[in-house]
Nanobody
Framework: VQLVESGGGSVESGESLTLSCAASGFTLASYHMAWFRQAPGEEREGVAAIPNDRDTTYANSVRGRFTISKDIAKNTLYLHMNNLKPEDTAMYYC????????????????WGQGTQVTVS
C-alpha cells in the first residue's frame, strides 16, 4: 500500500488549493479514506473523511470550506480547500484504513508522506 500526496504550497488568505493523493496497492473503493493535518507543536487533527459505507465527515473548523472527494477510476483522493485561513497552515496527510473506527477515532493504518500547506 502506498499513498502519495501532492498539491500543497504557499498561498494567501482567501485563496484555494486542491490536494491529491494517489493510491497504489489497493483500491479506494474498498478502504475508508481521510485527510489529517498537523501543525508544528500541535496535535494532529482529522480534517475530512470519506468512508465507503456512510456520509462524509468534516472537522468543524473546515466544514463549508473544504470538500473531500475521490475518483475510483484514477484511484485518487482529493481535498478541495477554499477560503484558506492562516490557521489552516499544516502538513496534510492522506490516510487509509479498512476500519472507519481506526481511521477516524484511533490510528489509521496507512499514511502518506504529507504535503505542506502554508497560508499567510
Amino acid at each position: 500500500v502506498q499513498l502519495v500526496e501532492s498539491g500543497g504550497g504557499s498561498v494567501e488568505s482567501g485563496e484555494s488549493l486542491t490536494l491529491s493523493c494517489a493510491a497504489s496497492g489497493f483500491t479506494l473503493a474498498s478502504y475508508h479514506m481521510a485527510w489529517f493535518r498537523q501543525a508544528p507543536g500541535e496535535e494532529r487533527e482529522g480534517v475530512a473523511a470519506i468512508p465507503n459505507d456512510r456520509d462524509t465527515t468534516y472537522a468543524n473548523s473546515v466544514r463549508g470550506r473544504f470538500t473531500i472527494s475521490k475518483d475510483i477510476a484514477k484511484n485518487t483522493l482529493y481535498l478541495h480547500m477554499n477560503n484558506l485561513k492562516p490557521e489552516d497552515t499544516a502538513m496534510y496527510y492522506c490516510v487509509a484504513d479498512s476500519s472507519f473506527l481506526k481511521l477516524w477515532f484511533q490510528n489509521p493504518t496507512y499514511w502518506g508522506q504529507g504535503t505542506q500547506v502554508t497560508v499567510s
